[in-house]
Structure formats: structure tokens, C-alpha cells
């Protein structure tokens, strides 16, 4: 479970800020599937959603390590 939610915080993370750095600057494509989640003109705020995502299943990823561990 732990590497399946690090595997998405990465793709959540990673298709975020290249999604805002392709929106700002126009050239950086990469991860640009994620695009299609979202409604024409929304895209800024919407790789913002992805990256504060991102970080919180990588939170929750860590919590649940730590708590396995601790068990």
C-alpha cells in the first residue's frame, strides 16, 4: 500500500509542477496526461490541487510506515 500511494504522490507531484512550469513558461510537456483532468482554463489551479495531492498521499504513505513500524 505504502509504495502504490509513493507511486501516485510522485505522478501527482511530478505532473503538477510540470504541468504549471509547461502553463507559465510553455515549453516543459512533460506528464501531460494530466491535462485531461481538468476543464479548459482551471489548469493553473488544478496542478495546484495535484501537487498539495501529491504531498498529502506522501504524508499518508509515511504515516502508515511509521505506524506499521511502530506496531
Keep these: 500500500m505504502k509504495s502504490v500511494l509513493g507511486f ?6 511530478a505532473g503538477g ?3 504549471l512550469l509547461h ?3 510553455g515549453w516543459f510537456r512533460l506528464f501531460g496526461f494530466l491535462r485531461y483532468l481538468v476543464p479548459d482554463g482551471y489548469a493553473v489551479y488544478a496542478n495546484v490541487v495535484f501537487v498539495v495531492l501529491g504531498i498529502v ?3 499518508l504513505a509515511d504515516s ?3 505506524r506499521r513500524a511502530s506496531s
Excluded at 8 to 13: A, D, M, Q, R, T
Design 8 to 13: 501516485l504522490s510522485f505522478v501527482l507531484i
Design 17 to 19: 509542477i510540470t504541468g
Design 23 to 25: 502553463e507559465w513558461l
Design 57 to 59: 498521499l506522501g504524508l
Design 64 to 66: 502508515l510506515e511509521q
